[in-house]
């Protein structure tokens, strides 16, 4: 008795996600609304505040100065290996390949590129921004300081802002920036902002940078993405664009591709090699011009005569030991005086013995 194989968890999940539908009916695309458009103004304020607190050397490099003496790492070194792990949730590669991984299986689902554009495009907005201010400012990191108290500004540093910070807002908020349901984005967005906390003070922490590195960090990363919408436009358009040299690429593939079906030459050529059957036995005193009866119907479980193959002559053919090798030359057979055709061997034979 054969029974049926009882399917797995992995069968139900890969069952329920055949039967979603292959593109959401409403796909949501984040707009410049009044509200965001105030935030972002709110956030551009704020980094520009942080910076020029730093500039001035004010309370809050003094600040810098305080938690870098009081050395995190030695007060607790019993979370100092979790924190090297931690960290790593805010570098660019390991986390960029996670999240395109995500990214590209929605994108394969939905039938469309937005989710990876997106990711595209944010990954480009943080590396020109944030790589600018860095490359701009220069501020040196607390291991490599050289006067105490003092901003080390512009003294060829690449830490302010933070890159791992800011990279672990944009890389975990995109996430929620593509949610389909306000539900999913809030839950993702607060996931996200927690662990873009944890990575900024695990650098803190480790003392690779300084706190006002991690509050420039969040900033630079919550700007990002909340300009993401001005480049909706441009990332539909990139869509349409690849789309289309795809289309194109298809099409002139199946142009070049002979087509497989069936072709009418082989068959006129079989029928024209087939051998012509021969002229019915009439009876004697029957009339030649009568048309022919009809054959019976062949049985069903007769057996068909093949036709001869399409290399053949037609015509009647002899038995292979009956027949002679030849070649366009000639026989391959030298010639002997004493050597008779076969079908002449019982005559020979006859007239030697009587």
């Not at 984005?185 to 996931?191: F, I, V």
């Not at 927690?194 to 919550?222: C, E, F, K, N, P």
Request: zero cysteines.
């Amino acid at each position: 008795m054969r029974t049926e194989r009882k399917p797995t968890r992995l069968d139900r999940v890969f069952a329920r996600l055949d039967r979603e539908s292959e593109r959401p009916v409403h796909l949501a695309v984040p707009s410049m609304s009044r509200h965001r458009t105030v935030l972002f103004a709110a956030t551009l304020a704020f980094y520009l505040a942080i910076v020029w607190a730093v500039q001035i050397t004010s309370w809050l490099v003094r600040l810098d100065w305080q938690v870098m003496f009081f050395r995190p790492y030695q007060q607790w070194p019993e979370i100092h290996a979790f924190v090297d792990y931690y960290v790593v949730l805010g570098q660019r590669g390991p986390t960029a390949v996670m999240v395109a991984a995500w990214l590209g299986w929605r994108s394969w689902r939905q039938h469309t590129l937005r989710p990876l554009l997106a990711l595209g495009a944010s990954l480009l907005l943080l590396n020109v921004t944030v790589g600018a201010a860095k490359i701009g400012m220069g501020r040196l990191g607390p291991h490599y300081a050289t006067t105490i108290g003092s901003n080390e500004m512009g003294g060829g540093g690449d830490i302010f802002p933070s890159g791992h910070t800011a990279n672990a807002v944009v890389t975990w908020g995109i996430l929620a920036y593509l949610a389909s349901t306000p539900r999913a984005r809030r839950w993702l967005s607060a996931l996200s902002a927690i662990t873009s906390l944890g990575v900024g003070m695990s650098t803190v922490y480790l003392g690779t940078h300084w706190l006002s590195d991690v509050l420039l960090g969040w900033t630079a990363g919550l700007l990002i993405l909340l300009a993401l919408p001005w480049f909706e436009p441009l990332i539909s358009r990139a869509e349409a664009w690849i789309l289309g040299v795809r289309d194109r690429w298809f099409a002139r593939h199946r142009r070049r591709t002979p087509a497989r079906g069936p072709s009418a030459a082989p068959v006129a050529a079989a029928a024209s090699a087939r051998p012509e059957s021969p002229a019915p036995h009439l009876p004697s005193g029957a009339d030649p011009g009568a048309r022919p009866a009809a054959p019976e119907p062949e049985p069903v479980g007769a057996q068909r005569v093949a036709w001869a193959p399409v290399y053949l002559a037609p015509g009647p053919h002899t038995s292979r030991p009956d027949r002679t090798p030849v070649t366009p030359a000639g026989s391959r057979r030298p010639p002997h005086a004493d050597r008779h055709p076969r079908s002449a061997a019982p005559a020979a034979r006859h007239l030697s013995g009587g």
